[in-house]
């Protein structure tokens, strides 16, 4: 009986085996999807961007002697300088070339790329799908969110659907086609990693990350969804190579067409302005502002007579939401910032000694060139010293006062150990601000910490060369 049984079992798990055998493969992977049908859709919609620059070449010396015993190569310097003295002939000059790509967004021409694609370019020549070549005159570009508009004399082109990067969800399909080192029309496929990624010097875009196989000449072309609506427009790859390594970061859709819109009416992008500088909330400085986890914006710095300091805010503030919106990082504010219109008034939830305020602010303008965080000069030697929690503390001196433009505070000379290397204190930092209260001298900052119980954790405010941040300095 049980040998019947068992031989019926391997009947039954052999007919299984040749019944999955036999399946084609698109049966077998149904959760993969196929792609060729959207390439097909979305492609003739997707450009070529191609450059010419004219590449800088410096001046000879004004007043070059050549020896008489020079050979050869003197005779041709000095054939060459009788014809062109002090510079090459214009056209000796070598044009620079770049790729790129990008997307078609109405009918009569308007494409959408990259700033970095277009950049310093004396001719854009745009390739569309069919082969045809056209002069493209740039409308607009914004620097900032790396988003340029371009336009070319054409009609009845075709134009890609824009979707929502707002619906985006990590783990989804994406799609991206471009001109990877000129190779036309190529199309990659990944999913979303993350979202709302904060790269270094880009305050004013929350990147979109995939594992979508970027590279140079994909920069400016468009980042699909299943739907084959645009969701994104692939902008920068880390890469310790110049190729691609996994990580891919576009420009979301949603943040792109406001600057797109802007270029098309005014040719350039207003942003909403706060006037602060801030920083991140680790679970150090979370600790010794009394929070349960870490969360929010720290206000490092409050610009003169900008917006955040009319309304009152204050360094050390910690926003927590922006409009209703929950600040979970500090790099979470910037756009939000930047997106909300100029002369409108916004609310702005802040944690200040344990409790909870709102505020208004009216926003401003982002300026041109905003007001850089205020650094200082290199620090002075001084002849007397204090040693206290690691480090060898002296008076400002008024020079550098002076030169960070504050009126208090206590100079860094060294660092000798813990705890105050352990919180990233440097040679050279100037502690203005311990938790909540300004420090006028060595004396005063002792007077302080012998306030605060041993294992506590206190933030203290450092002005350095790149600017003020808070460190977390533990007593032992």
């Known amino acids: 009986m049980r040998l019947v049984r068992f031989r019926l079992l391997q009947l039954v798990l052999l007919c299984l085996l040749g019944a999955i055998v036999a399946m084609p493969a698109s049966a077998r992977m149904v959760n993969l999807p196929d792609f060729s049908p959207l390439v097909e859709q979305v492609s003739p919609a997707v450009v070529n961007i191609s450059t010419k620059r004219k590449s800088p070449v410096a001046d000879l010396p004004r007043n070059l002697q050549i020896p008489e015993d020079a050979g050869p190569l003197g005779d041709l310097l000095k054939r060459f300088l009788e014809q062109a003295p002090g510079m090459l002939p214009p056209d000796a000059l070598p044009d620079a070339e770049s790729l790129g790509s990008g997307f078609i967004i109405s009918q009569d021409g308007y494409i959408v790329t990259n700033s970095h694609v ?13 082969r045809r070549e056209f002069k493209a005159r740039l ?27 707002a619906d985006l969800k990590v783990g989804e399909w994406v ?19 993350a979202k709302h990624r904060s790269l270094p010097n880009e305050n004013y875009v929350p990147f979109i990350q995939t594992d979508v196989a970027i590279n140079p000449g994909n920069s400016g072309g468009p980042l699909f969804n299943l739907d084959g609506e645009v969701v994104g427009i692939n902008s920068q790859i880390y890469s310790q190579t110049g190729g691609f390594m996994g990580l891919s970061f576009a420009i979301p859709i949603d943040v792109a067409m406001n600057v797109v819109h802007q270029l098309k009416e005014k040719g350039r992008v207003s942003r909403g302005w706060l006037g602060v500088y801030i920083q991140e909330v680790t679970r150090e400085l979370a600790d010794s502002f009394g929070m349960k986890q870490p969360r929010g914006a720290l206000v490092a710095q409050v610009l003169d007579d900008g917006p955040a300091h009319k309304a009152g805010l204050r360094v050390g503030d910690i926003i927590l939401a922006y409009n209703g919106t929950p600040i979970i990082h500090s790099s979470d504010l910037p756009p939000l910032v930047g997106n909300t219109p100029v002369g409108s008034k916004a609310r702005v939830r802040i944690l200040r000694n344990g409790k909870e305020l709102d505020l208004l602010v009216r926003i401003e303008e982002l300026p041109a060139r905003p007001q850089q965080a205020e650094k200082g000069a290199q620090p002075e030697p001084s002849n007397r010293e204090d040693s206290l929690l690691g480090m060898q503390l002296a008076p400002l001196p008024t020079e550098r006062a002076r030169a960070l433009g504050i009126d208090h505070g206590v100079l860094v000379q060294s660092v000798t150990g813990n705890p105050a290397r352990a919180a990233g204190i440097e040679p050279g930092d100037v502690i203005v601000m311990l938790g909540n209260r300004q420090v006028r001298s060595v004396k005063d900052l002792r007077q302080q910490l012998e306030r605060i119980g041993s294992g ?10 790149e600017g003020p941040v808070f460190l977390a300095l533990r007593k032992p």
């Open 139 to 165: 409308v607009g570009t914004d620097e900032r969110s790396d988003v340029s508009l371009l336009k070319i004399e054409a009609t009845g082109l075709p134009t890609v659907r824009i979707g929502r990067s």
């Open 456 to 465: 506590r954790t206190v933030a203290i405010l450092v002005q350095r060369e």
């Open 118 to 130: 277009v950049k310093d370019a004396e001719e854009i020549i745009v390739r569309l799908s069919d």
């Open 175 to 193: 799609l991206a086609i471009g001109s990877p080192f000129g190779f036309e029309h190529s199309a990659t496929a990944g999913i979303v990693s």
